[in-house]
T-cell receptor, first 113, second 114 residues
């Protein structure tokens, strides 16, 4: 069973709009939550990551919001650009799993001009 | 340039054949991982290795085998026992300490069955 549930499966947003992707988890031992960006035919690359001691982390146009009590976290892409069109994966791991990441199913984002 | 290389980019397997996918890293990372990616299913962990000469099964190890004889190399063999091998295979590595959880991925190998 998938330990990290990601939604939506795909989304289309206009240039300049906001893309929002949500993830939920059950394992309360998870303490590291990264987001990866993947372009077609390429390997994923780390975009931004958060730990549960903060509720929000921002890097440029990308923001992670984290709700520990709800066991949910989300990625917001502000001022979306056509170059942001990619598949985004959320993931989670726990300190006792030595780097083993559990990935969500992915969200394909298309930014229209 | 530091990074992870995977070869070949495309690989074709015949019925009953074993094939080996190469993964090399020059990041001096201790841990290495193999993932399988299928459309709509995200990345699933096949095998991982924390140190040389040691490796553990991931969530979908059946039909696959690995070795870790050198720190830089972690080849994956897709055996004939894997009945549905068509997928995109990704290798990753990570370091220790504060950077432990950050996994760096290679460009992937696409395996197709003839």
């Amino acid at each position: 069973q998938q330990q990290v549930k990601q939604s939506p499966q795909s989304l289309i947003v206009q240039k300049g709009g906001i893309s929002i992707i949500n993830c939920a988890y059950e394992n309360t031992a998870f303490d590291y939550f990264p987001w990866y960006q993947q372009f077609p035919g390429k390997g994923p690359a780390l975009l931004i990551a958060i730990r549960p001691d903060v509720s929000e982390k921002k890097e440029g146009r990308f923001t992670i919001s984290f709700n520990k009590s709800a066991k949910q976290f989300s990625l917001h892409i502000m001022d979306s650009q056509p170059g942001d069109s990619a598949t985004y994966f959320c993931a989670a791991s726990s300190g006792d799993s030595w780097g083993k990441l559990q990935f969500g199913a992915g969200t394909q984002v298309v930014v229209t001009p | 340039d530091g990074g992870i290389t995977q070869s070949p980019k495309y690989l074709f397997r015949k019925e009953g054949q074993n094939v080996t996918l190469s993964c090399e890293q020059n990041l001096n990372h201790d841990a290495m991982y193999w993932y399988r990616q299928d459309p709509g299913q995200g990345l699933r962990l096949i095998y991982y290795s924390q140190i040389v000469n040691d490796f553990q099964k991931g969530d979908i190890a059946e039909g696959y085998s690995v070795s870790r004889e050198k720190k830089e190399s972690f080849p994956l063999t897709v055996t004939s026992a894997q009945k549905n091998p068509t997928a995109f295979y990704l290798c990753a590595s990570s370091g220790r300490g504060g950077d432990q959880e950050t996994q760096y991925f290679g460009p992937g190998t696409r395996l197709l069955v003839l």
